[in-house]
């Protein structure tokens, strides 16, 4: 890789990183900034479950304009969108206005990932690919790990602080990438205006697929995406219902379930499957998560919390990549479709998690985990009878649908 592709790669990752630290940053302090108005569990949930709504309803749109119109003014308006959001959440004074700015956001950022995904398949070779999109994705975790945890700390005097300083950071990186980032797609390498995306082929693919036995798999992906944001979704009121947390008691704990993830990804994945297979690992983490919900129940003191989410992390950060590494074998010679299905059902967790541990929060603070144990205890079951192991799996991939 060259000088030049290495400068666009670096400013890209700063892109993300910042977009990311910004949403790592609201998770601890969201459930007491709406806390103070007045409002529960159902709004925070709904809140929650805004940002990958439209995330699974814009990222495919803007990577569809970014073919056409190039990919820096795609990611300049997610960026000034993301950036004017972050400033709007440390304004608001009711809530209505925090949902309002967090549609913005949402609907604007989804532009960056797409797009910087985009970039890096124009501007590198087949041979520089992965170094690339593998630095656009540490960049995406750091941002995830640090973003809680800088939360919690600047939240300390005031709950707007970290959005206003986020907003900043937003701005500062978008002008960097006016001035320094060069169009990545040229004109006559541009679709052509009647190359829109098409939502109704999307769904139509998307129901034929999971009708397939592959459709198992996604259902999967919805699990894993369901049982983190269950947790994760309430969490704070959670902890300021039960133990008195503040942002900053929340923000590290988040954190540590950042680093617990990325640690457990990085070194044990790999090896794990390598050895036992993915059904194996998917099988004994839908069954380790399901423990792990109802392990924080147990919890009494700020050690044993930060002990029972890592335990509760860990099976779920290897749970995610042995379902994709598997609908990947499966998928043959279809990988985009696949992988696009597999994004889509990730994101329609991440969308009935958060909003279902709400509503349930508001009932009895313990529901949303008891009913998160029980869901991915069922989808243990349902592994056991649906998904084989690999030999008889892997034997007849194109009899799979897709």
Not at 358 to 363: N, R
């Amino acid at each position: 890789m060259d000088i030049t592709n290495r400068k666009n790669i670096l400013i890209l990752s700063l892109t993300l990183a910042v977009v990311m630290l910004g949403f790592g940053i609201v998770m601890p302090i969201f459930p007491f900034y709406i806390e103070s108005m007045g409002a529960s569990g159902t709004e925070l949930g709904l809140l929650i479950a805004i940002s990958p709504l439209m995330q699974l309803v814009f990222a495919p749109i803007w990577g569809s304009v970014s073919d056409r119109r190039g990919r820096k003014p795609v990611l300049l308006a997610g960026l000034l969108g993301y950036g004017i959001s972050m400033l709007l959440f440390g304004l608001v004074t009711e809530l209505w206005m925090l949902f309002a700015a967090r549609g913005i956001g949402a609907i604007l950022s989804a532009a960056t990932m797409p797009t910087t995904m985009a970039y890096v398949s124009d501007s590198t070779s087949k041979q520089d690919r992965g170094g690339g999109i593998g630095a656009l994705g540490a960049a995406t975790g750091l941002g995830i790990v640090l973003g809680p945890a800088l939360g919690g700390w600047l939240a300390m005097d005031s709950l707007s602080t970290p959005f206003l300083l986020t907003a900043s950071v937003c701005l500062l990186t978008l002008v960097l990438v006016w001035f320094f980032l060069p169009e990545s797609l040229p004109r006559e390498s541009r679709q052509p205006a009647s190359a829109r995306l098409r939502p109704a082929d999307q769904l139509g693919e998307m129901w034929r697929v999971l009708r397939s036995p592959l459709g198992v798999l996604l259902f999967m992906a919805f699990l894993v995406s369901f049982g983190l944001t269950c947790f994760q979704g309430v969490f704070g009121l959670y902890a300021l219902e039960e133990f008195g947390y503040g942002p900053q008691e929340v923000g590290w704990i988040l954190a540590v379930m950042g680093i617990v993830a990325a640690v457990t990804q990085g070194a044990l994945t790999g090896p794990l499957t390598k050895r036992w297979g993915e059904a194996a690992v998917i099988k004994v983490t839908l069954l380790s998560s399901a423990v792990g919900f109802c392990l924080l129940l147990a919890a009494d003191n700020l050690a044993m919390v930060l002990l029972t989410t890592g335990l509760f992390t860990l099976p779920n950060a290897l749970l995610r990549p042995a379902v994709i590494s598997l609908t990947s074998k499966q998928a043959d010679s279809r990988q985009g479709v696949a992988m696009g299905l597999n994004n889509s059902f990730n994101s329609l967790g991440r969308i009935v998690g958060p909003t279902w541990a709400g509503f349930v929060f508001d009932v009895n603070p313990e529901l949303p985990y008891l009913s998160g144990g029980v869901v991915m205890f069922v989808g243990f079951l349902a592994s056991l009878v649906l998904i084989p192991w690999e030999q008889g799996f892997e034997a007849e991939p194109q009899k799979h649908g897709i």
